[in-house]
């Protein structure tokens, strides 16, 4: 094989590789999105980078923008809502200025 045979065939198959590995419907991108609240801390996070790729590789087009737009909003609703600051502070009172 000669040396350009074997580049392109090198680089024809890193273009094809992603897309290979990433061949969900959109049916199953909606399924697996509705299953994310359900998954546990540990589990939430593959799911998203597996959802991720599977979005990228659906080919352009308002479907596609549509699935990417919901799964940032499920992901931004399952963040936790910030814990408000406590309102006692560990410092002591302070003191009013007193003039000599």
Not at 26 to 45: C, D, F, V
Not at 52 to 73: E, F, T, W, Y
Request: positive net charge; hydrophobic residues 45%.
């Amino acid at each position: 094989m000669t040396p350009i045979l074997r580049t392109l065939l090198a680089a024809a198959f890193l273009v094809a590789a992603p897309l290979l590995h990433a061949q969900a419907t959109e049916s199953a991108i909606n399924k697996q999105l509705g299953k994310l609240r359900s998954l546990s801390a540990t589990q939430r996070p593959v799911a998203s980078i597996k959802l991720a790729a599977d979005i990228r590789a659906l080919p352009a087009g308002p479907s596609k923008v549509n699935l990417a737009d919901r799964s940032i909003q499920e992901l931004a609703n399952l963040t936790p809502a910030p814990t408000p600051p406590n309102r006692q502070s560990s410092l002591p009172p302070a003191r009013p200025n007193r003039q000599p």
